[in-house]
């Protein structure tokens, strides 16, 4: 072959009429734009909310705005602290409650459950992440928060009824990634640790947990960022008081229950304040999804 | 001694996991199982086909039913072209490198957007900036973005899961790359893309936070994409929150359940029917 014909293209040998190439790269082009829309998504999100949350940082100041511990809009007070704590307090509990209940259904599906079990249980697991969350927020609101409030006293609007419908909610996302993640260990490390003897719980914690262990935090994390961005469901149960953690039978408030509560006669700089809260939000999912692709890549490079 | 011990643990462990298992039916089974008891009574033809009236929202559901069926259709309208071009982008002509990382970074963000972000965002562009106002078109613009993410990822799972001799057969054929995509690879590919538009749309139907500050709260019949309307998720919201009207409450979450339930299941069926004609 002459180095002529090795740089030539499908045009240049005649294979293709011209129509044809104009029409194929034009049609390349036109995916790519569409492919694009992804990232144009990405940059309105925060042009858009940047831009109408922009005041508040230049009227209110970061760091009040970011250190501020009151959360009283009448005075003029936009201090976020109350409601990240708020929406830290609620998170991490939730996980506390959900994770080792996902994670241990998960290991139920993929090692223990009888192949009948199975087809029963995961069909129900990922149905139970299509419930929309309005109606996790009713049954939460009708059902587990008279429960807590006779543990409690009080309405039950607070944490602990948050966390109870938020372990719910995060359950099939966090079970669905593990199971994912404990397929895609090879049949044959299970089958090494079977022939020496080991019980299939030793399998399961000393062989599987171990070799799952980042795609298991990967779930953990992406479970994580649904409880922190989850908005509805933690709004009819929370109380949607803007103060600070004082236990779990006492309303707080979080980030995104606030906005909701607000919006509707929010103006002026409090407005600005609610779109300051998104684009917090919007930093902290970002920050969550660039955490799990970084895993992801360490655990390529440890392979 | 020792052995029983080793045995001992094993069980009790195996119990934990069975009981991990169980109660995560369990609980599906109680929320699903309370809306369906309570709410059963309410639905009627009365009930889907009538105007809610008077101060407590006597009467049927109506006008939320068809907001809620007429968005979800648009924004699938929308997302579908773009969604299933990207991932036809993706799988059959990007080359690995920053741009390809950066479209899957970005698509991963959108997909873990809070939805309560989609909605501020879809008040700032398409309600105020654009001047589509409280709006089905603006509602469907924001859902499609949400949506997007989803239509992707599943499109190109299925692209990539068409064999490649059969590609290799069309462009033997001398196909361009364009006919081999649109006649061979796509048609192949088309129930499990169908799916992931069916899961995605479920997902939209599902969708409050989005919809309350695109859509708007007013109970309205929308006719024209520029009529505002009230979703069935915020119609629930509106009636458990004043808790006035508790039993079309129950309704509405039962009607509402079913629609997700309907859209999840036959998504899953397509795709279970899909995979016993491909033997």
Known sequence: MTPAEETATPRELKLMSRSTYVKEAALKNLFLLCATMAVAGVVLIFLFVGWRGWPVFSEVGLARFLGGAEWLPTAGAFGILPLLVGSLVVTLGALALGAPLAIGAAVFLSEIAPPRVRSFVRPAVELLAGVPSVVYGFFGLLVIRPLVADVTGGLGFGPLTAWLILAIMIVPTIATLTEDALGSVPEGIREASYAMGATTWQTIWRVLLPAAKIGIIDAVILGMGRAIGETMAVLMVVGNAPVFFRGIGKPISTLTSQIVMDMPYASGVHRTALFGLAIILFLISMGLVALVRALSRFREETR | ?279
């Open chain 2, 1 to 279: 001694m020792k052995r029983d011990a080793k045995n001992l643990t094993n069980a009790a462990a195996l119990a934990v996991f069975w009981l991990a298992g169980l109660t995560t039916v369990v609980v599906l089974g109680a929320v699903i199982g309370y809306v369906l008891v309570n709410g059963v009574g309410e639905i009627g033809l009365e009930f889907i086909f009538t105007n809610p009236h008077g101060v407590n929202a006597e009467g049927g559901i109506w006008p939320t039913i068809v907001a809620t069926l007429y968005v979800t259709g648009l924004a699938m309208l929308i997302v579908t072209p773009v969604a299933v071009l990207a991932a036809v982008y993706l799988a059959e002509y990007a080359v690995q490198g920053r741009l390809v990382r950066t479209i899957r970074f970005a698509a991963d963000t959108l997909a873990s957007v809070p939805s309560i972000v989609m909605g501020l965002f879809g008040l700032a562009l398409f309600v105020e900036s654009m001047g589509f106002g409280f709006s089905v078109i603006s509602g469907a613009l924001a859902l499609s973005f949400l949506m997007l993410p989803i239509v992707m990822r599943t499109t190109e799972e299925a692209i990539r899961a068409v064999p490649k001799y059969i590609r290799w057969g069309s462009y033997g054929l001398g196909a361009s790359k364009w006919q081999t995509v649109s006649r061979v690879v796509l048609p192949a590919a088309a129930s499990r893309i169908i799916t992931g538009i069916i899961l995605s749309a479920g997902r939209a139907v599902g969708e409050t936070a989005v919809v309350i500050f695109t859509m708007g709260t007013m109970i309205n019949l929308p006719v024209l994409p520029t009529d505002p309307g009230r979703s069935m998720t915020v119609h629930l919201y509106q009636l458990a929150m004043e808790g006035i009207n508790m039993p079309a409450a129950f309704g509405t979450a039962l009607l509402l359940m079913a629609m997700v339930l309907a859209f999840n299941l036959s998504a899953r069926w397509l795709l279970r029917r899909n995979r016993r004609m491909q033997g």
